[in-house]
């Protein structure tokens, strides 16, 4: 759990606002993640959950607000930089690169590493937090299932070492045995070190293993807490956790 | 036996003559499959790079090779030149805008190239013209061992590239998705000049090997060839690099057939009757999955 310890967090998103063209997407969004934490972002379809973790990631530029990681200000940095800081993320959909192999991929999850060994210990690592994707190392990445595709866009993303996790939508479309699989998966990769900020639309899975959530609304942060606590406030079971 | 003879002559013909469309279809398909852009000054860079070759060797005094090399890395330049300057302040502008810029760039290319060599046609050094093999009445000049000696080597080399090499997998991981290749740490900007650079300079060897070929070259010859290497890349399936090079050698096949059995005044019907038919029938190409366009 996260301690009210005094040290900076290592992701601090301060009164961002965001657009897509026209819309106004975030509104002065403020959150969070310590090290070592899950973080989980909860909310309905468009409550501007994906578009946070694309703000991090600096595949958006928010307009106001800052975006701070380990100290520094990533707000508009381009997304092919903040690879390099430490910040990986599993994009919604997957989008896994259909028509290459599944070595290809996780290669692709390194690209900006140039330690060769360490890149070797770390596909060892994926294969074995993975064992089905070792098993379709050279099967093109487009004919594994949906589950399997989750977990080389999981792969992938750790390939690069990051420091902190961002994982958009884990659980769609899987059948609830995998969603129960992955969820292991992320509780483990946290434990090994990652600090993970996952956005999910399961919010009943996604507080079960997180520390600390925070509740998004068409735009707005509207309630955050301990993960246990709005698993057992009113409002988020009435809202998101079907009664 | 006289017809069987014709015919595989033709064949020696269309293919080097193919050849020549392949290479500059694998850069217009490269470029497609990148930025998803026609991208119509695609032939002018060709005609620019057949200028560099013949300055290279009637000013410079240098050999073919030599002369192939300075005109595939200043014309490589020159392509990603053209990049930086009229394509990338377009990246999130609608693709009809670049399209657009693109024709603009073509027209600026050719009438800019005019004012500087004059618009008379100049007259390649005649090369490789004594050499010839001879098989049973098939005759195979010194030229076209050239063009299909070069045209394989670069294609092996480009192969490697895009298959084996990092910059290789981040091109193709950046023209499959370019969001998610930035994500995986590829500079996509990067990668989107370098394939403008891989695929001018292509097009500028083809330039230099037409000029050898034909003897003649002049500041509006990338215009047809240009549209023919597009016919060539859509019809292989665009953003495809081995349908680029079969669809290349087909069309140059097909136009010498035409003009070896019909009449060469039909050559380049026959190419754009290709073109209708294939976006009549198979309008994804040979190679291409008819899948739905990425969102």
Redesign the interface.
């Known amino acids: 759990m996260a301690d009210a310890k005094k040290k900076e967090p290592m992701l601090a998103i301060d009164g961002i606002d965001v657009f897509y063209g026209a819309i106004h997407a975030l509104k002065g969004v403020s959150l969070t993640v310590n090290e070592g934490e899950i973080v989980t972002l909860i909310g309905a379809n468009g409550a501007g959950k994906s578009t946070t973790l694309r703000t991090i990631s600096g595949l958006l530029a928010p307009k106001k607000g800052s975006v701070r990681f380990l100290g520094k200000d990533i707000a508009g940095m381009k997304a092919h930089k903040v690879v390099a800081e430490g910040i990986s993320q599993v994009p919604e959909g997957r989008r896994i690169f259909a028509e290459m192999t599944v070595m290809e991929n996780l290669d692709l999850g390194a690209f900006i590493r140039k330690d060769r060994d360490g890149i070797e210990k770390d596909r060892k690592m994926v294969f074995e937090r993975f064992p089905r994707l070792l098993e379709r190392k050279d099967q093109l990445a487009g004919t594994l299932s949906g589950g399997e595709q989750q977990m080389l866009a999981m792969g992938r993303a750790l390939m690069s070492r990051p420091k902190l996790l961002l994982l958009d939508e884990p659980s769609m479309g899987l059948a609830p045995l995998l969603i129960r699989e992955i969820f292991e998966i992320i509780q483990d990769i946290n434990r090994a070190g990652t600090t993970v900020l996952l956005v999910e639309q399961n919010a009943n899975m996604a507080l079960s293993i997180a520390n600390r959530a925070y509740v998004l609304e068409t735009g707005r942060i509207t309630l955050s807490g301990s993960a246990k606590e709005l698993a057992a406030s009113d409002e988020v079971r009435k809202a998101y956790l079907g009664g | 036996m006289e017809l069987l003879q014709q015919v595989v002559q033709q064949l020696i013909n269309g293919i080097s003559l193919g050849s020549i469309y392949a290479l500059i279809a694998l850069g217009y398909t490269m470029i497609y499959g990148i930025i998803k852009l026609i991208n119509f000054a695609h032939g002018d860079i060709y005609m620019v790079g057949a200028y560099i070759g013949f300055f290279a060797i009637t000013q410079g005094g240098f050999s073919v090779v030599p002369a192939l090399l300075i005109s595939l890395v200043t014309t490589g330049l020159l392509g990603m030149l053209v990049e930086r300057i009229a394509y990338r302040p377009l990246r999130k502008a609608p693709r009809i805008s670049v399209l657009i810029t693109a024709i603009g760039v073509s027209f600026f290319i050719e009438y800019t190239s005019m004012y500087f060599v004059s618009p008379t046609p100049r007259t390649f050094p005649q090369m490789f013209g004594d050499v010839a093999v001879s098989i049973g009445g098939i005759v195979i000049n010194g030229q076209q061992m050239l063009i299909l000696g070069i045209t394989a080597v670069l294609m092996v080399l480009l192969t490697y590239i895009v298959q084996k090499t ?1 910059t290789g ?2 091109m ?2 950046a023209s ?2 370019t ?10 900007d990067r990668i989107i000049s370098i394939t403008f650079g891989i695929g001018s300079a292509l097009a500028a060897v083809a330039g230099v090997l037409v000029g050898i070929y034909y003897n003649s070259i002049d500041p509006l010859m990338g215009i047809m060839p240009g549209l023919k290497a597009f016919v060539a890349a859509v019809l292989g399936g665009i953003g495809i690099l081995p349908g680029a090079v079969v669809g290349g050698l087909i069309l140059g096949v097909v136009e010498a057939l035409v003009s070896g059995f019909v009449s060469s005044t039909f050559r380049d019907a026959a190419a754009f009757a290709i073109l209708i038919l294939v976006l009549l029938v198979r309008p994804a190409g040979l190679f291409g999955k008819n899948t739905k366009e990425k969102v």
Not at chain 2, 179 to 188: D, F, H, K, R
Request: charged share 35%; no cysteine; net charge neutral.
């Open positions: 990092k997998k981040a193709r991981a499959f998705d969001e998610t290749a930035e994500l995986m740490g590829i500079n996509s």
